[in-house]
T-cell receptor, first 114, second 113 residues
Framework: DQQVKQNSPSLSVQEGRISILNCDYTNSMFDYFLWYKKYPAEGPTFLISISSIKDKNEDGRFTVFLNKSAKHLSLHIVPSQPGDSAVYFCAAREGGAGSYQLTFGKGTKLSVIP | GAGVSQSPRYKVTKRGQDVALRCDPISGHVSLYWYRQALGQGPEFLTYFNYEAQQDKSGLPNDRFSAERPEGSISTLTIQRTEQRDSAMYRC???????????FGPGTRLLVL
């Protein structure tokens, strides 16, 4: 049973527009969420995170929104650039002891079209 | 500075052989993690070290899998008597401390024929 779900395997966006990547989770014990970006032949690279005590975290062009009641988070990229084309993984971590384990979604492949 | 490195990057082996996958974490990082990633999936947790101590091995699929980190730095994931179902990307990550951001290496792609 997938505890972290990224239901869109792929997304295409025009350069300069907003990219919105979505992630849903089922485990109510998750209290910390991360987005990783992965280019081909490389490992996942940390992008941005959010704690469950917040509903928004912004870093430059990247903003993550968390809706705890809906168990949903999203990553917004504005404006999208061709270099943003990559696979984006949503990950989550439980609070308390044993909270080092990251649970990942299957990823969403973003293509930004010039 | 240097990131997490893994070797070999690719490993092809025959069923029944043993393989050893190496991870060299970021210098000074005390926490080290192994994950396995099947095609089209996200990474799945295998095991975790804090310094040289293996704190959690709950994700190791069976007793053919083992890991060590004898000096609290480099780690080796060993798979004995490999099977075709072991074919996957094996990823290592490290963090400066247990609850800090995990940084991933490029992975070792294992193919068992």
């Amino acid at each position: 049973d997938q505890q972290v779900k990224q239901n869109s395997p792929s997304l295409s966006v025009q350069e300069g527009r907003i990219s919105i990547l979505n992630c849903d989770y089922t485990n109510s014990m998750f209290d910390y969420f991360l987005w990783y970006k992965k280019y081909p032949a490389e490992g996942p690279t940390f992008l941005i995170s959010i704690s469950s005590i917040k509903d928004k975290n912004e870093d430059g062009r990247f903003t993550v929104f968390l809706n705890k009641s809906a168990k949903h988070l999203s990553l917004h990229i504005v404006p999208s650039q061709p270099g943003d084309s990559a696979v984006y993984f949503c990950a989550a971590r439980e609070g308390g002891a044993g909270s080092y384990q990251l649970t990942f979604g299957k990823g969403t492949k973003l293509s930004v079209i010039p | 500075g240097a990131g997490v490195s893994q070797s070999p990057r690719y490993k092809v082996t025959k069923r029944g052989q043993d393989v050893a996958l190496r991870c060299d974490p970021i210098s000074g990082h005390v926490s080290l993690y192994w994950y396995r990633q099947a095609l089209g999936q996200g990474p799945e947790f295998l095991t975790y070290f804090n310094y040289e101590a293996q704190q959690d091995k709950s994700g190791l699929p069976n007793d053919r899998f083992s890991a060590e980190r004898p000096e609290g730095s480099i780690s080796t994931l060993t798979i004995q008597r490999t099977e075709q179902r072991d074919s996957a990307m094996y990823r290592c990550a490290s963090s400066s401390d247990t609850f800090e951001t995990q940084y991933f290496g490029p992975g070792t792609r294992l193919l068992v024929l």
